[in-house]
Nanobody
Framework: QVQVVESGGGLVQAGGSMRLSCAYS????????MGWFRQAPGKEREFVAA????????YYADSVKGRFTISRDNAKNTVYLQMNSLKPEDTAVYYC??????????????????WGQGTQVTVSS
């Protein structure tokens, strides 16, 4: 049962920027920490970034730290991912989900087993 809609992906050159949006169901995701994940062709889905319900705490994968910024607007039930200095290795389908603690650290594992359709990000070299 899809409760999120990701958008904002597209094609960008290396070094460029892009902002993704994730509109989520208030009933399902209200008061949850939220995160972004990505899956490149032939690879497993991986954690990218997460943000607490209040926005006071954020957490990033080492591969995106300093380049990506996660934020949220609870009044709009939307989470954002600002991506700067994009690299070809950032190419993937990006998904959002509520998050929980996992082996990789706090807020790094998806809470729900179901996913939205994702949004494709392609970075050309």
């Amino acid at each position: 049962q899809v409760q999120v809609v990701e958008s904002g992906g597209g094609l960008v050159q290396a070094g460029g920027s892009m902002r993704l949006s994730c509109a989520y169901s208030e009933r399902t995701f209200n008061h949850y920490a939220m995160g972004w994940f990505r899956q490149a062709p032939g690879k497993e889905r991986e954690f990218v970034a997460a943000i607490s319900w209040t926005g006071a705490t954020t957490y990033y994968a080492d591969s995106v730290k300093g380049r990506f910024t996660i934020s949220r607007d609870n009044a709009k039930n939307t989470v954002y991912l600002q991506m700067n200095s994009l690299k070809p290795e950032d190419t993937a389908v990006y998904y959002c989900n509520a998050v929980r603690a996992g082996p990789a650290g706090p807020m790094t594992s998806p809470l729900y087993d179901y996913w939205g359709q994702g949004t494709q990000v392609t970075v050309s070299s």
